[in-house]
């Protein structure tokens, strides 16, 4: 197998141009020491917010300012070490950037305390006294929204003094992952020793027409994370039961609901996205798994053989500038404004593709407010990896287009529809590939691409995590223990009940959850990929059935950033995120590629 080349030895071509963030070091030193030195013009404000409306405002004016200014510095130093985790150097920047980041998040944290105090009637006369603090609005009223869940000064300040303690479940899953779990590498028909990762298996070798490497790099996998299933497992239960005791005592009716409340999603949303469509798109799941097993000729498939490719000796490659014409065109029914942004990510080297040592392997978009975000990929030239880049370039825009017309504060993508601009842009990639694919082989391949990555790795898997979150929250929430061989069952019933009998449930797949972060983030984060993906389909219908219309509305949406409540946003899509038909939608959309699928293979 080819060894990865050092960073330096890469082609500048493949790689980003950080020097539109800093262009020299000493530039990015002396951001550091600007931030260091701002943060007293806004805690110079501390305990004067009740003063007046001006006071409120300058106070607010002048965080965002620190907190862009912060935002180009952190941006930086994370991109570094996306780039080379294993720079000596990196990693001091990224660790400075990290205690700085935490030093203006404590100072300014009064400002949330002393908003919350002020007396409703207070926050309704400044609001009509000033009218620059309009724009912070659905800010203020956000925070005012937190009062009724907020416990007594003295309890904050306990709580807060506890950080450490609190987050003690999640320093020990990255303790345990970074310190004891090892993967042992793996060979592929060649003799070729291959490395296993989480990332590298779950986006690229179970993907490989080798299932000897395959089965091989899924059993290192599992026997990796089973040496620490214990220790992982209490980890998990420890945060889980963290999370119901703190709900409990903010006064949420459960810990699903104190989630809901951070990602300012209604409850029918947030369980009908997970109920609908379980039901509705697992019958069509298991005709896909029947046919995936007839083709492949296998008497069962595990969990190593579910995105496995339907024909292994047919694999098109495609060079960077063919992918970027075919992401330009696929993407074009956006709009001019839309396409503009795509072309320059490609001219002005926004995306990073090289595969040097150190780089990460998860596919990444990062972006600083004051300049413009960067995508962190490899490319390997194969259809996978033009879909990836599409979708990473759906964040592009969306960061893009929130910053430059948002304030900073009002410019943070709201997290349940983060995946939708990105897993719009995927599924207009695949659409337009099945709708010029006149060779039946490529129309196959682009259909089983549409199911296994755009559905499978955005929605399906995302769906039974969320679905797992979700038992065990409620589990915590009515005081039941939770041992890792509860873990275990849970897991493991949730993939029976899904697959039925098409999927082989082993102890390796009820293991699947201790792979994964997600599960110690607050607010949760799968179902954002399965919302993500849901509601792109329904935006893709409206594109399809009113064009430009549509797609003008879809560009406004992604201006307003974080200015807008999820249901709000896509409100102005035309969307209505309450109604059940648009998941319902995705799930049929999901039952006719498979029926074309299955009537390609007949």
Not at 247 to 265: I, W
Not at 331 to 358: C, H, K, M, P, Q
Request: hydrophobic share 45%; proline share 5%; with cysteine.
């Amino acid at each position: 197998m080819q060894s990865r080349q050092n960073r330096t030895e890469s082609p500048e071509a493949l790689l980003w141009n950080l020097r539109e963030v800093y262009a020299t070091r000493d530039e990015w030193e002396t951001d550091v020491r600007h931030v260091e030195e701002a943060i007293s013009t806004v805690t110079t404000y501390q305990e004067r917010l009740a003063e007046g409306a001006a006071v409120c405002l300058t106070c607010l004016r002048a965080r965002d300012a620190l907190q862009a200014r912060l935002d180009k510095v952190t941006c930086y130093a994370g991109l570094l070490m996306l780039a080379d985790a294993t720079s000596p150097d990196h990693q001091a920047l990224y660790g400075r950037a990290g205690m700085l980041a935490a030093e203006v998040t404590a100072a300014l944290g009064f400002i949330q305390n002393e908003i919350a105090a002020l007396p409703g009637e207070t926050i309704t006369t400044y609001l009509q006294e000033e009218p620059g603090l309009e724009t912070y609005r659905r800010q203020i009223e956000r925070v005012r929204a937190r009062r009724d869940h907020m416990l007594s000064e003295e309890t904050e300040a306990a709580l807060a003094a506890l950080g450490d303690t609190l987050d003690a479940p999640w320093n020990l899953y990255q303790q345990i992952n970074a310190a004891d779990v090892s993967f042992a590498p793996v060979r592929d028909a060649a003799g070729n020793e291959v490395p296993v990762s989480v990332g590298g298996f779950l986006l690229y070798l179970i993907q490989s027409p080798d299932r000897e490497l395959r089965q091989q790099a899924w059993e290192s996998l599992s026997a990796g994370i089973g040496g620490h299933k214990a220790a992982l497992g209490t980890t998990l239960a420890t945060f889980l039961q963290r999370n119901a005791t703190l709900a409990r005592l903010r006064r949420f009716d459960s810990t699903v609901d104190m989630h809901l409340s951070e990602l300012q999603v209604p409850p029918v949303v947030y369980h009908n996205v997970l109920d609908i469509l379980y039901d509705e798109l697992a019958p069509h799941m298991r005709r896909l798994m029947r046919l995936r097993q007839r083709v492949l000729g296998l008497p069962s498939l595990h969990f190593c053989d579910v995105l496995a490719p339907l024909e292994p000796d047919y694999d098109p490659a495609y060079a960077l500038p063919e992918a970027e014409q075919q992401i330009r065109a696929a993407l074009a029914s956006l709009g001019e404004e839309y396409s503009v942004i795509i072309a320059t990510a490609f001219r002005d080297r926004w995306i990073d593709v090289a595969d040097n040592v150190g780089k990460t392997d998860i596919p990444m978009t990062m972006w600083a407010y004051n300049v413009h975000p960067f995508i962190a990929t490899v490319w390997h030239g194969r259809l996978y990896d033009v879909s990836v880049l599409a979708h990473e370039l759906g964040h592009v825009v969306h960061g893009t287009l929130s910053c430059q017309n948002q304030i900073i504060s009002n410019s943070e993508v709201g997290l349940f529809l983060l995946e939708t601009p990105s897993t719009l842009n995927q599924l207009l990639h695949g659409l337009y590939l099945l709708e010029h694919a006149t060779d039946p082989r490529l129309r196959r391949c682009v259909l089983q691409h549409l199911l296994d990555v755009v559905f499978s790795i955005n929605m399906i898997f995302g769906l039974l995590e969320a679905r797992f979150e979700r038992s065990l929250a409620n589990m915590a929430d009515a005081h039941q223990p939770i041992t890792t061989e509860v873990l275990m069952q849970v897991q493991g019933q949730l993939f029976e009940d899904f697959y039925g009998e098409t999927l082989v449930v082993d102890e390796r797949l009820k293991l699947v959850w201790a792979l994964f972060p997600h599960f110690y983030y607050n607010p949760p984060r799968w179902a954002t990929y399965v919302a993500g993906l849901a509601y792109a389909c329904a935006i893709v219908e409206a594109l399809r059935t009113e064009g430009p219309a549509a797609a003008e509305r879809w560009v406004r949406a992604l201006k307003a950033g974080g200015s807008l409540a999820p249901v709000d946003l896509m409100q102005v899509t035309g969307i209505d995120m309450t109604d059940p038909e648009p998941l319902r939608s995705a799930a049929r959309l999901f039952g006719r590629l498979v029926t074309e699928l299955e009537q390609s293979l007949d």
